[in-house]
């Protein structure tokens, strides 16, 4: 279905043409019909689908159907999106400052970890449409007593993921700011019974949209490698410097295992960023631009972080862990591999996350297949700095190493050993 036949206005098409898409996905098939018509959705979409532009071009032609030239500053806030992440929230105001740049339409994103001052003198301007974090959200409501009366249209991005981190009080709060009658948007990657719940108070005779996304892409190539826990980042540098790779996002469930494998890597002379929450805003972006701009050949990112992370020709990702929510790794896999490119994504798999690989494995629908590296098979001789270290316990390995290690704990220098030039 092509996007000119779902009504949208002409400012919006010529934008989409610019930006290259001609052929909605299913789920902005399915919902921007209903958007348009004011309807409260509840969505199952994931991260990837084309899920941004199905609540945001329908609720930009509202608004231009909605001239805002009389309005004053302070009541031309009308459309408020919240989402649980900053990267999320950045991801979002770019896209809609994208599908509005042939409009007078102006959108704001609003989020922690950096200065408030310019986030607030923005809105004291201005702005059409709002997109925030609930922390910071809640931050200018309290401290510059921003006004939501106004507000017609609700977004609640990645719902699953806001419940998961506790702000269900915000959310239902934010419906008692914003105008009694107004349209309320939720998408979620799961219809869990906390989301179904949330739903029933925020949806007024919603419509449910399912779109079956629990698959990856057929273009990404998926390996993976049974390794013990204890000797994973040694073989990370081995792949890395062997096929001399140069951008690798990797993967981990936790923020130590991120600095731990961060630590290991810089041994190896491998050049590479953490990023996860504990991370400042300013190093995450920092972080992010030097991994796009090919100064990182490798950036450790937690799934939370991640999320909303576009990284346009991302040959591959590695997950170094993984992930607890078997759907998580499903959106680790879509950062590689889009707008039709070939990806590839490399799980190193220990014998204590093999449950974890059936049940993904089950969700995706497909078997793995699965290589030992030669030199890494069971029994095969531990390095000397590993054999003091249970594969059962692997938060030793973090407390081992913090720090300036012992006499008795000091491990030969690596520096250097599996680093490549560029070609």
Not at 151 to 169: C, N, P, Q, S, Y
Not at 361 to 370: A, D, F, H, M, V
Not at 402 to 407: D, F, H, T, Y
Request: charged residues 25%.
């Amino acid at each position: 279905m092509s996007f000119t036949s779902l009504g949208l206005s002409p400012l919006l098409l010529d934008a989409i043409d610019q930006s290259g898409y001609h052929t909605a996905t299913p789920v902005q098939q399915a919902v921007i019909p209903l958007a348009l018509k004011g309807r409260d959705i509840l969505a199952s979409a994931e991260t990837g689908t084309g899920k941004t532009a199905a609540f945001a071009l329908p609720l930009l032609h509202q608004l231009l159907q909605q001239p805002n030239t009389d309005i004053p500053q302070e009541q031309r806030l009308r459309v408020l999106i919240m989402t649980p992440t900053r990267e999320l929230a950045i991801q979002i105001e770019q896209n809609l400052i994208k599908y509005s740049q042939y409009s007078e339409l102006a959108t704001l994103a609003v989020y922690g970890g950096a200065s408030i001052n310019p986030q607030r003198k923005t809105l004291a301007q201005g702005v059409d449409v709002l997109v925030a974090t609930p922390g910071r959200l809640f931050d200018i409501i309290g401290q510059h007593e921003l006004d939501l009366s106004f507000v017609t249209h609700l977004v609640i991005d990645e719902a699953d993921r806001m419940l998961d981190l506790g702000f269900v009080k915000d959310i239902e709060k934010v419906k008692r700011l914003i105008a009694k009658q107004h349209q309320t948007m939720m998408f979620s990657a799961t219809f869990s019974e906390d989301v179904k719940s949330l739903a029933a108070n925020m949806l007024q005779q919603p419509e449910y949209i399912h779109v079956e996304t629990q698959t990856t892409a057929a273009n990404v190539a998926q390996q993976v490698y049974r390794v013990d826990a204890r000797r994973k980042a040694e073989l990370l540098s081995e792949l890395i410097g062997k096929h001399n790779w140069q951008q690798v996002m990797v993967f981990t469930s936790r923020k130590e295992t991120a600095e731990h494998l961060f630590r290991e890597l810089s041994l190896d002379g491998i050049k590479s960023a953490v990023f996860h929450g504990d991370k400042s805003q300013g190093a995450r972006n920092r972080a992010l631009e030097e991994f796009k701009a090919g100064q990182l050949r490798v950036l450790i990112a937690t799934d939370l972080a991640a999320r909303g992370l576009d990284i346009q020709a991302l040959p591959r990702v590695i997950n170094f862990e993984l992930p607890e929510e078997c759907e998580d790794y499903v959106h680790r896999v879509g950062r590689t591999g889009r707008a039709g490119l070939a990806g590839e994504a490399i799980s190193l798999v220990s014998p204590q996350e093999v449950l974890l690989l059936n049940e993904i494995e089950q969700l995706i629908g497909q078997t793995l297949p699965t290589l030992i590296p030669i030199g890494y098979e069971e029994g095969a001789p531990l390095p000397a700095r590993y054999r003091d270290i249970s594969p059962d316990k692997p938060k030793k390995v973090f407390k081992h190493r913090r720090g300036k290690p012992s006499q008795g704990d000091a491990k030969p220098s690596r520096k250097g050993k599996y680093a490549k030039a560029k070609k």
